[in-house]
């Protein structure tokens, strides 16, 4: 089926809700709205008589941060692309991906740009390397998965550290890029991987960080922080949202250290475009730091379509942040994908 590129033909506005938030630790968000922008592509679906599967709608949104692309999934209608903030976009995964996502580490984006992993759930899931032109399939492990990490450091991407939906925390590995999986025990609630031979997890029901050498045979606690979803790697340092707060670790997981004051988190870190330059989401929205967490300006709320059920371990919401075009996007299986433009935050 040829790609086809649709012009959204209406939005839907959702107005800014103004929130309150601690002095000394976050500034009042500029004025602004958000903006539906899937409502176009679900209207030439329709009139094609493709109609997205349960519950409906949009599931899931990732940016490429080094362009600004963002990707938005359709639940049972894939994966598509923009190029322009949202004004238009284009299928672009060949039908090779499915289903839909359920957390905000469903999507896995390469922070070096153009690759991009999709682990789906009641679907099928796959990877792209080359922005979307190509994919790869990645095979499903019962129903599909919660989140995934994946080690970027090498080309191709081979090593994935999964968390099976609904299986009472089964961790899966794969070492040829998704197309085996080996499963390494029970009990996971946060995957991580830092290069290809250090995986790192939280447990559940268990306090703390732990990290492994030998394929998830044994595993040392390595910190006391509880950790929450997906472990996010920047040119050899992991950052993690956990209970205590953002932490960081630039030793693969040997050390750990807490950086700034943030605490509550549940999305993130999002990287920018400079170090020490990245995005988190709370309750109150997405909160942006330029000096590596020491302080955090608001610069988008979280849209309140979205945000009736705060989840903190960042279920069900998914968002995505471009640094490049200032621009924060959020979508919620089963609702619209919305896009909200900020200005300059003194970067």
Same mark, same amino acid.
């Given at each position: 089926?040829?790609?086809?590129?649709?012009?959204?033909?209406?939005?839907?506005?959702?107005?800014?809700?103004?929130?309150?938030?601690?002095?000394?630790? *976050?500034?009042?968000?500029?004025?602004?709205?958000?903006?539906?922008?899937?409502?176009?592509?679900?209207?030439?679906?329709?009139?094609?008589?493709?109609?997205?599967?349960?519950? %409906?709608?949009?599931?899931?949104?990732?940016?490429?941060?080094?362009?600004?692309?963002?990707?938005?999934?359709?639940? %049972?209608?894939?994966?598509?692309?923009?190029?322009?903030?949202?004004?238009?976009?284009?299928?672009?995964?060949?039908?090779?991906?499915?289903?839909?996502?359920?957390?905000?580490?469903?999507?896995?984006?390469?922070?070096?740009?153009?690759?991009?992993? /999709?682990?789906?759930?009641?679907?099928?899931?796959?990877?792209?390397?080359?922005?979307?032109?190509?994919?790869?399939?990645?095979?499903? @492990?019962?129903?599909?998965?919660?989140?995934?990490?994946?080690?970027?450091?090498?080309?191709?991407?081979?090593?994935?550290?999964?968390?099976? *939906?609904?299986?009472?925390?089964?961790?899966?590995?794969?070492?040829?890029?998704?197309?085996?999986?080996?499963?390494?025990?029970?009990?996971?609630?946060?995957?991580?991987?830092? %290069?290809?031979?250090?995986?790192? /997890?939280?447990?559940?029901?268990?306090?703390?960080?732990?990290?492994?050498?030998?394929?998830?045979?044994?595993?040392?606690?390595? *910190?006391?922080?509880?950790?929450?979803? @997906?472990?996010?790697?920047?040119?050899?340092?992991?950052?993690?949202?956990?209970?205590?707060?953002?932490?960081?670790?630039?030793?693969?997981?040997?050390?750990?250290?807490?950086?700034?004051?943030?605490?509550?988190?549940?999305?993130?870190?999002?990287?920018?475009?400079?170090? %020490? *330059?990245?995005?988190?989401?709370?309750?109150?929205?997405?909160?942006?730091?330029?000096?590596?967490?020491?302080?955090?300006?608001?610069?988008?709320?979280?849209?309140?379509?979205?945000?009736?059920?705060?989840?903190?371990?960042?279920?069900?919401?998914?968002?995505?942040?471009?640094?490049?075009?200032?621009?924060?996007?959020?979508?919620?299986?089963?609702?619209?994908?919305?896009?909200?433009?900020?200005?300059?935050?003194?970067?």
């Amino acid at each position: 089926m040829p790609q086809r590129t649709f012009r959204l033909v209406r939005s839907a506005r959702v107005l800014l809700v103004c929130v309150a938030v601690a002095v000394g630790v *976050h500034r009042t968000a500029p004025a602004g709205e958000w903006t539906e922008i899937s409502q176009g592509v679900l209207d030439a679906l329709d009139q094609q008589g493709a109609k997205p599967a349960w519950p %409906g709608r949009t599931t899931g949104v990732a940016v490429d941060r080094t362009t600004g692309d963002v990707y938005m999934i359709v639940c %049972g209608q894939g994966a598509w692309k923009s190029s322009d903030q949202g004004a238009t976009f284009e299928r672009v995964d060949g039908k090779a991906l499915g289903g839909r996502c359920e957390t905000g580490c469903s999507l896995c984006p390469d922070p070096a740009g153009k690759r991009l992993a /999709c682990f789906m759930l009641d679907g099928t899931s796959a990877m792209t390397a080359d922005g979307g032109k190509t994919w790869t399939p990645i095979r499903n @492990v019962a129903r599909g998965y919660d989140w995934a990490a994946v080690d970027w450091s090498v080309t191709p991407a081979t090593t994935m550290f999964a968390l099976v *939906h609904e299986s009472g925390g089964i961790g899966a590995l794969s070492r040829d890029g998704g197309k085996t999986w080996q499963q390494i025990g029970k009990d996971y609630a946060a995957v991580g991987l830092m %290069g290809p031979n250090v995986l790192l /997890c939280g447990r559940a029901g268990r306090k703390g960080i732990w990290r492994s050498t030998d394929d998830g045979k044994n595993w040392t606690k390595v *910190h006391d922080a509880t950790p929450i979803g @997906v472990l996010k790697v920047l040119e050899a340092t992991g950052y993690w949202l956990t209970d205590a707060g953002l932490t960081v670790t630039a030793d693969q997981g040997k050390t750990w250290r807490r950086v700034g004051q943030m605490r509550g988190a549940a999305w993130g870190p999002y990287f920018g475009t400079a170090d %020490g *330059h990245f995005v988190v989401v709370d309750k109150q929205g997405f909160q942006e730091t330029t000096d590596g967490g020491k302080t955090w300006n608001l610069i988008a709320p979280l849209p309140p379509l979205l945000a009736k059920e705060f989840n903190p371990r960042g279920w069900f919401l998914n968002v995505a942040w471009d640094p490049v075009g200032r621009v924060c996007y959020a979508a919620r299986m089963g609702k619209p994908t919305l896009r909200y433009r900020y200005g300059r935050s003194g970067t």
